[in-house]
């Protein structure tokens, strides 16, 4: 119960702080109090800095800021993220739940996008790296919300958010981001786990190279 109001009223504190709404879908309609901002761990709301990942909200049309994105993690609000920087980044770190789908590798992809009227976050390291040339193109396919984190993955671990190792099902022989030799020489990284416990590698300068068994790679 107490976890819930501090969730709550975090959305309030980040409400007022930033000037914005959060996304009708996001609210919860039988809330009828929150906490008072007198009530509320402050350690736990995302810092306010002067940086551009701070400042777009809900609202705008191209970019979503790290503190907003920041307060709907910590809200439990449903949220995709599709994380596009090579599988070699990734190893140590992810944003919740992230998909991973380096470049533009997601516009073949798109089967793994969630429905088009869903909030998709598209992010690189810096923020500068082709997220938001991406985010445009998935726009422009159908994925309306579809937006650039601003700042990238530096400034959302710079300011200590939440992250999660890149998920592998159990008993996996691989995890997403581990780097992987090929029976024929070939190296490349760990892309994808699929359902049947086959694998999708990465190769630099070639792309996506799979489905294959467990058997056919090496570490």
Same mark, same amino acid.
């Given at each position: 119960m107490i976890r819930d109001r501090v969730k709550r009223a975090l959305k309030k504190v980040a409400v007022k702080a930033l000037n914005m709404e959060f996304d009708v879908e996001d609210r919860d309609p039988a809330s009828k109090t929150v906490g008072t901002v007198g009530e509320i761990d402050e350690s736990v709301i995302p810092k306010l800095v002067d940086g551009d990942g701070d400042t777009p909200?809900?609202?705008?049309? $191209? %970019?979503i800021g790290r503190t907003w994105v920041a307060a709907q993690v910590l809200s439990g609000s449903p949220l995709v993220f599709v994380d596009i920087r090579p599988p070699a980044e990734v190893v140590a770190g992810v944003l919740p739940g992230a998909i991973l789908a380096p470049g533009e590798s997601i516009l073949d992809h798109t089967d793994l996008l969630p429905d088009q009227t869903t909030r998709v976050t598209i992010y690189d390291q810096t923020g500068q790296l082709g997220s938001a040339e991406l985010a445009e193109k998935l726009r422009a396919a159908g994925?309306?919300?579809?937006?650039?984190?601003?700042?990238?993955?530096? $400034?959302?671990i $710079?300011?200590?958010e939440q992250t999660e190792l890149p998920r592998a099902p159990a008993g996996a022989a691989h995890k997403p981001g581990e780097p992987v030799k090929l029976a024929d020489g070939?190296?490349?990284?760990?892309?994808?786990?699929? %359902?049947?416990?086959?694998?999708v590698v990465w190769i630099e300068g070639e792309g996506e190279v799979g489905p294959l068994d467990a058997d056919a790679l090496s570490t």
């Amino acid at each position: 119960m107490i976890r819930d109001r501090v969730k709550r009223a975090l959305k309030k504190v980040a409400v007022k702080a930033l000037n914005m709404e959060f996304d009708v879908e996001d609210r919860d309609p039988a809330s009828k109090t929150v906490g008072t901002v007198g009530e509320i761990d402050e350690s736990v709301i995302p810092k306010l800095v002067d940086g551009d990942g701070d400042t777009p909200g809900p609202k705008h049309m $191209e %970019d979503i800021g790290r503190t907003w994105v920041a307060a709907q993690v910590l809200s439990g609000s449903p949220l995709v993220f599709v994380d596009i920087r090579p599988p070699a980044e990734v190893v140590a770190g992810v944003l919740p739940g992230a998909i991973l789908a380096p470049g533009e590798s997601i516009l073949d992809h798109t089967d793994l996008l969630p429905d088009q009227t869903t909030r998709v976050t598209i992010y690189d390291q810096t923020g500068q790296l082709g997220s938001a040339e991406l985010a445009e193109k998935l726009r422009a396919a159908g994925w309306g919300w579809a937006r650039r984190l601003k700042g990238g993955y530096a $400034e959302w671990i $710079e300011h200590g958010e939440q992250t999660e190792l890149p998920r592998a099902p159990a008993g996996a022989a691989h995890k997403p981001g581990e780097p992987v030799k090929l029976a024929d020489g070939r190296q490349g990284h760990v892309l994808r786990i699929l %359902d049947a416990g086959r694998y999708v590698v990465w190769i630099e300068g070639e792309g996506e190279v799979g489905p294959l068994d467990a058997d056919a790679l090496s570490t």
